[in-house]
Nanobody, 121 residues
């Protein structure tokens, strides 16, 4: 069982930056870690994922602006968010997952409570 807690969400002006953190209650070394977001009236979106080996993928909507990283010793995953836009406004969630046998995608079994990011225009 892994508990995840996000922090770092805030109200910022367009063009600004934020760094989100997700800290786990135990080791995250064996997990892929993903950041997701959900805006009011919108579907939940996978923003970025980092594998247990450190490989990363970012959604096209944030590519070049957001960077996911991890520090297993600190049991923490980060999302550096630069050049923020109003459309980035959402609740951001981190999750821990594993790749299922014979499948490409990850199954996320553990989720944090979310942190609010609001970008003003």
């Amino acid at each position: 069982q892994v508990q995840l807690v996000e922090s770092g969400g805030d109200l910022v002006q367009a063009g600004g930056s934020l760094r989100l953190s997700c800290t786990a209650s135990g080791s995250i070394a064996i997990f892929a870690m993903g950041w997701h977001r959900q805006a009011p009236g919108k579907q939940r979106e996978l923003v970025a994922v980092i594998s247990s080996g450190g490989s990363t993928n970012h959604a096209d909507s944030v590519k070049g602006r957001f960077t996911i990283s991890r520090d297993n010793a600190k049991r923490t995953v980060y999302l550096q968010m630069n050049s923020l836009k109003p459309e980035d406004t959402a609740v951001y969630y981190c999750a821990a997952g594993r790749r299922r046998l014979g499948m490409v995608s990850y199954e996320y079994n553990y989720w944090g409570q979310g942190t609010q990011v609001t970008v003003s225009s």
